[in-house]
């Protein structure tokens, strides 16, 4: 089992561990810990794939749906433990937004071969369950927090495909592109990075307009 899919498997059960913590906050049943677990875990790589038009991953390979179950159990019956699970969630959501980066990169090349479409594949991959899971637990959303989010998955994807065109080692790439995104995450939760936002002037009434 080479790194990308030891990445791949992580990520799932990563992000459906941060769904059925999701579940926990908002006190849910076991099938709604399953459900947010499931489509957290496995959102991402289900979009990447409809995009890229190749097989669903988790259709191929059922093993990824029963990781989601399993965690999903686990989370239910320990959750209670975790005496910050708000904290521990942003945590294990860095780590899944790591390996999504570069899993999804590593998928867009392989498929495509473009270097850009990588990047974008790996953003994607590793944001799109994390955003799904806010929408449907009605957190509020990784794209609204002011720290660095989507800006950490470009970076590690970008990191990943770079790398591979210069024809580094694939496990150096890999490394590479994971703790890139882990570290601009980490430390957006960490110290509070974040990039400018916009601030426009007062707004004028239509009338004022000449």
Known sequence: MNLVTILDYSGVAVFAATGALS?????MDIISF???AGVTGVGGGTFR???LDV???WIANHDYI???AAVAVLVFFTAHRVESRYKLLLWLDAIGLAAFAVMGAAKGLAVTGSPVVAIIMGMLTATFGGILRDVLAGEQSVLLRPEVYVSAALMGAGVYTLGDLA???PLICQLGGFIAAFAVR????RFGWHIPAYKSRPGRKPEDIP
């Not at 579940?23 to 006190?27: H, I, T, V, Y």
């Not at 980490?186 to 939760?189: K, L, M, R, V």
């Open 23 to 27: 579940a926990s906050r908002k006190q």
């Open 34 to 36: 399953m459900f947010l």
């Open 167 to 169: 024809g580094f080692a």
């Open 49 to 51: 794939d409809l995009v």
């Open 66 to 68: 029963l990781v989601c």
């Open 55 to 57: 097989p669903v991953f």
């Open 186 to 189: 980490g430390g957006a939760i």
